[in-house]
């Protein structure tokens, strides 16, 4: 790998949001050389102290440092050559003071390792990381949303994005971060403010639909708002009860990811409905249970998606497909589930029902520009066989969510 840290701050630079992050006093933790604040780019920094082998065992870093002493820590590329991940993280999060930030980059295992482990560009790496794939190739892979999940209590998410500026998917077998490309994931975390209760309670959805955002939650639904505004909108003109969600709610990311069950449970509560939220995972299903628990309005249901449709005996007044995660390798197997999905659930949608799928534009997450049928991510495919059952699309790309009501 090159300067892993002078690549991603060129590219911060420029992101007001690391303006609000690298401020204060900071740690940079395994920089190896590669400071952060090398170049000067964060003005904002008072201090950033660097830990490195010569400095100890990072793993272990409270036996040098004293916990709450920073507000941001920074770590880019340390975290895979650890024995234990989960460790170091409750260290470093330790380190980090009420409101600070806690900055992480590791490889993505797709782009650097390629299928391939041991790793062929660095013979130290212990671990493999991913963060949107429910399964994978690699023996020693680590979901870093798993590992923040089920490792740390009293954080929000702020960010977690794919990095690969400058990488090109058409070379295989090459490091392409010993040139100028990344090949990484970058997770930006917040720690609560001891004062603050649990951040899990209910969506205050006049507020979401005014402003796009959530009360302590620093991000914003933005993409997602217009598609939202007019499934709610219509939801309250009608009687509805039986909301069904395929892929559930797993963080509190709220740009990337959505919190959708949290929101159409809310919905649901206020028309006087329930929302069945359905996943093959059940990590996710108990993660969700968790950070949705101020309502008690939800069916929480481990199944198979098409399965559990095709078995549904009600009528469903609102139905959410998010469930086939669309990637490069993965393009034509989400379409195919996704039409399978809404063919299950055509014969259970009532009169009028609203039908929303998510990431029908999905140019955002693509570093190269996609064609006509990739650039609508899984929806291709249930888009056609809706308008061919005579469905109505009242909001379609280039919004980021497509919205349906059926005859």
């Known amino acids: 790998m090159g300067d892993e840290t002078r690549k991603a701050n060129r590219r911060r630079a420029t992101d007001p949001l690391f303006r609000r ?72 999060f330790e380190l980090v003071r009420p409101l600070g930030f806690l900055i992480l980059v590791v490889p993505d295992e797709d782009l650097y390792e390629q299928g391939n482990w041991p790793s062929r560009f660095n013979a130290d790496h212990k671990w493999t990381f991913t ?72 969506i205050d959805l006049d507020r979401l639909l005014a402003t796009g955002g959530v ?40 740009h990337s ?47 198979d998606s098409v399965e559990f449709l095709g078995r549904f005996d009600r009528e469903i007044d609102f139905l959410y497909l998010d469930s086939a995660d669309f990637f490069e ?5 989400a379409r195919r589930h996704q039409l399978a999905e809404i063919t299950a659930a055509l014969p259970k949608l009532s009169s009028g029902a609203v039908v929303l799928l998510d990431d029908a534009n999905v140019q955002m997450w693509f570093p190269r520009p996609l064609d006509e049928l990739d650039v609508q991510g899984p929806t291709a495919f249930s888009h056609r066989f809706l308008l061919e059952h005579g469905a109505t699309c009242l909001c379609d790309t280039p919004f980021y969510q497509r919205v349906y009501r059926v005859p």
């Open 21 to 92: 992050v690298f401020r204060g006093r900071g740690l940079d933790i395994g920089h190896g050389g590669d400071r952060l604040d090398r170049d000067g780019l964060f003005p904002d920094i008072r201090s950033c102290d660097g830990f490195d082998l010569e400095d100890g065992d990072a793993q272990h870093i409270l036996r040098y440092l004293a916990p709450g002493s920073y507000d941001f820590v920074n770590s880019s590329h340390c975290l895979e050559h650890l024995h234990d991940p989960l460790a170091a993280l409750k260290s470093w």
């Open 131 to 202: 963060f949107r794939k429910r399964q994978s190739w690699s023996p020693r892979s680590i979901n870093l949303v798993d590992l923040l999940l089920d490792g740390l209590s009293g954080f929000s998410f702020v960010r977690i994005s794919l990095l690969d500026d400058g990488y090109d998917y058409a070379i295989a077998n090459v490091d392409q971060t010993s040139g100028a490309a990344e090949a990484g994931i970058e997770a930006i975390i917040q720690k609560h403010d001891a004062a603050v209760a649990s951040p899990h309670g209910r």
């Open 215 to 254: 009360t302590g939650n620093a991000e914003n639904v933005e993409h997602r708002l217009p598609s939202i505004r007019s499934c709610v909108e219509l939801l309250r003109q009608m009687p509805a009860s039986v909301f069904v969600e395929c892929g559930c709610q797993s963080t509190t990311l709220l």
């Open 257 to 303: 990811q959505g919190m959708s069950t949290a929101i159409w449970a809310e919905v649901a509560r206020q028309c006087g409905g329930r929302l069945w939220t359905v996943d093959h995972d059940a990590d996710a299903i108990r993660r969700c249970r968790q950070l949705t628990s101020a309502y008690d309005n939800i069916q929480y249901v481990v199944q």
């Open 329 to 333: 390798h993965s393009k034509d197997e």
